[in-house]
């Protein structure tokens, strides 16, 4: 299709600041490849602004916006319903307009993060055992609910500020318990996943720490880091022939829920849309 017409549905993403959100390209990809008459655009919105830019969007006919930093707590003061995700985690990442002109809000993070383990690692099943997440953040949160929903029996969770993995341990409950963030490589002894959802690792911050020496030998080693995509962790992890995963397939994944009920039409991702979104990073050096 070449550009949309009268009709088309729209859709954006919510945040500030905007400009670095790789959203847009990703489902403008999707919109063009299906052929779909919308548009997804990027909405620059000031914290004090939030609350009229969120009930805004049924006014003007949007289908629905995605939620970024620094909104995906602060939004659900302005929403009307929230999914049981949402509750669980806290958080809400995508807004769902409904015909009655209410805002449902909802958490797409767990099932983002969750969809690309299974993808890039199919070997590897909750059953196994023990998962290790290092980091206490709204990421650990989607990630600690998506392995708790998933059956994973025992998740062990190290925090640099101690008191956050904690009050984590403490909402997630039976399974998930802490471990001193000066002991998170004896954290790893047995452990069939670890997952990074620290920054520690990201393009100009500290590396991570850490020595992979306890995990099993066919563990999988998971970093939700997507710049660089080849993390210091994930090539040490290589080095030692455990199964990686990086962060972007996470960001592919999370936004198939939103543009399936934006849109209507479940969205794939594939290899090429990889290849593109890769581009736009590579792009901005
Ligand atoms: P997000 O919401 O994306 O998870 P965040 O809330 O800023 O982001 O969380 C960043 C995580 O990286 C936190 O777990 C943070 O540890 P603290 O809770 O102690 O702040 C962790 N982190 C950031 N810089 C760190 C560093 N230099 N050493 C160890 N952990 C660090």
Same mark, same amino acid.
């Given at each position: 299709?070449?550009?949309?017409?009268?009709?088309?549905?729209?859709?954006?993403?919510?945040?500030?600041?905007?400009?670095? /959100?790789?959203?847009?390209?990703?489902?403008?990809?999707?919109?063009?490849?299906?052929?779909?008459?919308?548009?997804?655009?990027?909405?620059?919105?000031?914290?004090?602004?939030?609350?009229?830019?969120?009930?805004?969007? $049924?006014?003007?006919?949007?289908?629905?916006?995605?939620?970024?930093? $620094?909104?995906?707590?602060?939004?659900?003061?302005?929403?009307?319903?929230? %999914?049981?995700?949402?509750?669980?985690?806290?958080?809400?990442? %995508?807004?769902?307009?409904?015909?009655?002109? %209410?805002?449902?809000?909802?958490?797409?993070?767990?099932?983002?993060?969750?969809?690309? *383990?299974? !993808?890039?690692? @199919?070997?590897?099943? $909750?059953?196994?055992?023990?998962?290790?997440? *290092?980091?206490?953040?709204?990421?650990?949160?989607?990630?600690?609910?998506?392995?708790?929903?998933?059956?994973? &029996?025992?998740?062990?969770?190290?925090?640099?500020?101690?008191?956050?993995?904690?009050?984590?341990?403490?909402?997630?409950?039976?399974?998930?318990?802490?471990?001193?963030? $000066?002991?998170? /490589? !004896?954290?790893?002894?047995?452990?069939?996943?670890?997952?990074?959802? %620290?920054?520690?690792?990201?393009?100009?911050? @500290? &590396?991570?720490?850490?020595?992979?020496?306890? *995990?099993? &030998?066919?563990?999988?080693?998971?970093?939700?880091?997507?710049?660089?995509?080849?993390? !210091?962790?994930?090539?040490?992890?290589?080095?030692?022939? =455990?199964?990686?995963?990086?962060?972007?397939?996470? *960001?592919?994944?999370?936004?198939? @829920?939103?543009?399936?009920?934006?849109?209507?039409? =479940?969205?794939?991702?594939?290899?090429?849309?990889?290849?593109?979104?890769?581009?736009?990073?590579? &792009?901005?050096?």
């Amino acid at each position: 299709m070449t550009g949309i017409s009268g009709a088309a549905k729209l859709a954006g993403v919510i945040g500030w600041p905007i400009k670095h /959100s790789l959203s847009p390209a990703l489902h403008g990809y999707w919109l063009q490849s299906l052929n779909i008459d919308g548009a997804y655009v990027p909405l620059a919105v000031e914290p004090a602004n939030l609350e009229v830019a969120v009930r805004t969007l $049924p006014n003007l006919g949007f289908a629905g916006a995605n939620v970024t930093v $620094p909104h995906k707590e602060a939004v659900r003061a302005f929403i009307d319903h929230e %999914t049981e995700t949402t509750t669980r985690i806290g958080a809400v990442n %995508t807004l769902i307009c409904n015909e009655d002109g %209410t805002i449902t809000g909802d958490n797409t993070d767990a099932f983002g993060f969750i969809s690309h *383990l299974y !993808d890039a690692a @199919p070997s590897w099943s $909750p059953l196994l055992g023990t998962a290790v997440v *290092l980091g206490a953040g709204g990421a650990a949160r989607a990630v600690i609910d998506a392995l708790q929903q998933a059956g994973v &029996s025992q998740i062990l969770v190290t925090n640099r500020t101690q008191e956050k993995a904690q009050a984590l341990a403490d909402h997630f409950g039976v399974g998930v318990h802490v471990v001193p963030w $000066p002991e998170r /490589s !004896d954290a790893l002894n047995d452990a069939m996943l670890l997952v990074n959802t %620290t920054t520690l690792g990201m393009t100009g911050k @500290p &590396s991570l720490d850490i020595t992979l020496n306890g *995990l099993a &030998s066919d563990a999988v080693v998971y970093d939700i880091v997507y710049a660089p995509l080849l993390t !210091d962790l994930l090539k040490a992890a290589a080095e030692r022939g =455990l199964t990686t995963v990086d962060g972007l397939g996470m *960001l592919l994944h999370q936004a198939r @829920p939103g543009f399936a009920a934006w849109f209507g039409t =479940l969205p794939e991702v594939t290899g090429a849309l990889r290849e593109h979104v890769l581009e736009v990073l590579r &792009s901005r050096g």
